[in-house]
Structures are given as structure tokens and as C-alpha cells.
């Protein structure tokens, strides 16, 4: 069964730190893992990855993946209260691209 | 903004009523999609449809239903809604790639449902 840990559940941070959040997976076939954020609404979309090392990079987001150990990580660097939401991590499986997400991480940035 | 919009946004409803969620795109995308989101439990897919008529069950499929009777419109049926099945229902769809390429997911604004 396709599994994915994302690690820390919450955190709180102060404006203007960077933080890291962690999703791990387990999968059969892999396609692409997905990262979204999520406010008090729909999820959005933030980043697809489907190569290892290859860092994708928007803003003061960036993520990368390594196949190899099965993870990927979400960069923000200077944290701002707009970033405050629920971080999500999913994986695409082969076939019809259904999506197996994470439980989340609830990033909380204070001013 | 995909094209996705759900009816309705909030509902109320009691134990043994049947209940129908509404997803309508106006985008004419193939793939549609429905996840039920709760705490502790993240997103997780409860049908999905790669075509008019074309539906298949998702992880968490037990007590819902789904049709998909034109491309626009995928509607979620709880038969005889239970507590159980109070969460956040979202909606969302997938383009179709040329060949092998991978898209993402747009997601609707969601429907609060809570079955007394």
C-alpha cells in the first residue's frame, strides 16, 4: 500500500527563519510527488517532482527528491505570516494519477 | 482558478437522509476526482473518473456512489449518510497530457458537510 509521512506534524517559527518540512514515502510505482499548500480553503498547487536532485524553485519556496531515499523536502527561507498554512505532500502512482497525500505539516509563522 | 466550482459549499443533514455533491468544471478535463479531507487523516480519494461514465473507487469508497453522466459535471452520492461521513469533500481534476506528461491536480473550493 502506498504510504506518505510527512514530518513535523506543526511548527511555529518566527518571520524571517527558514524552515524545512520532510515527506517520506513508500510506493509501488512511482510517477511524480506532489507538494501543496493549503489555507483555510482548497489545496494549491506548489511543486511536481518526478527526478531525483533536481531542485525545483519558486520564490522562496524549493523542493527536491530523492528516489534513492524515498523522500522530498519543502524549503522556505525568510518565513513570512503568509506562509502560515497546512504544507501537503501526495504521490502520483502510475495508471490514472491518482494522488495518496500526507497527513501534513501546519506551518505556523509568527511576526 | 481551474474552472471548478461545488455545490453546495455547506450542508446539514441527519442519519439515513441521501445526499448528492455537486463538482462541475468548465475546463472539459477527463479526470475528476473526489477526496474527503479529515483531521488526523489528510486528503483521501473516494472515487474517480478518467471519462463520461467512467468511474472507479478510490480508497475510501464505502457508502458513496458517483456518476458521471458528461464531462463537466461528476456528482458524489451518499445514499444514506451516516456521521461518519461528516468532513470536507473536495473536488478535483486533472488535465489530459500529450503522451506520458505528468499534470497536476487543480482542487475545488470544497463542500462542509455534517450529518447529524
Known amino acids: 500500500e502506498d504510504k506518505v509521512v510527512q514530518s513535523p506534524l506543526s511548527l511555529v517559527v518566527h518571520e524571517g527563519d527558514t524552515v524545512t518540512l520532510n515527506c517520506s514515502y513508500e510506493?509501488?510505482?512511482?510517477?511524480?510527488l506532489l507538494w501543496y499548500k493549503q489555507e483555510k480553503k482548497a489545496p494549491t498547487f506548489l511543486f511536481m517532482l518526478t527526478s531525483s536532485g533536481i531542485e525545483k524553485k519558486s520564490g522562496r519556496l524549493s523542493s527536491i527528491l530523492d528516489k534513492k531515499e524515498l523522500f522530498s523536502i519543502l524549503n522556505i527561507t525568510a518565513t513570512q505570516t503568509g506562509d502560515s498554512a497546512v504544507y501537503l505532500c501526495?504521490?502520483?502512482?502510475?495508471?490514472?494519477?491518482?494522488?495518496?497525500f500526507g497527513t501534513g505539516t501546519r506551518l505556523l509563522v509568527s511576526p | 482558478d481551474a474552472g471548478i466550482t461545488q455545490s453546495p459549499r455547506h450542508k446539514v443533514t441527519e442519519t439515513g437522509t441521501p445526499v448528492t455533491l455537486r463538482c462541475h468544471q468548465t475546463?472539459?478535463?477527463?479526470?475528476m476526482y473526489w477526496y474527503r479531507q479529515d483531521p488526523g487523516h489528510g486528503l483521501r480519494l473516494i472515487h474517480y473518473?478518467?471519462?463520461?461514465?467512467?468511474?472507479d473507487k478510490g480508497e475510501v469508497s464505502d457508502g458513496y456512489s458517483v456518476s458521471r453522466s458528461k464531462t463537466e459535471d461528476f456528482l458524489l452520492t451518499l445514499e444514506s449518510a451516516t456521521s461518519s461521513q461528516t468532513s470536507v469533500y473536495f473536488c478535483?481534476?486533472?488535465?489530459?497530457?500529450?503522451?506520458?506528461?505528468?499534470?497536476?491536480?487543480?482542487f475545488g473550493p470544497g463542500t462542509r458537510l455534517t450529518v447529524l
Open positions: 475546463e472539459n478535463h477527463r479526470y
Open positions: 478535483a481534476i486533472r488535465g489530459q497530457g500529450i503522451g506520458s506528461v505528468l499534470l497536476e491536480q487543480f
Open positions: 510506493v509501488t510505482n512511482f510517477r511524480s
Open positions: 501526495a504521490l502520483m502512482n502510475t495508471g490514472f494519477q491518482k494522488l495518496v
Open positions: 473518473s478518467y471519462g463520461v461514465k467512467d468511474t
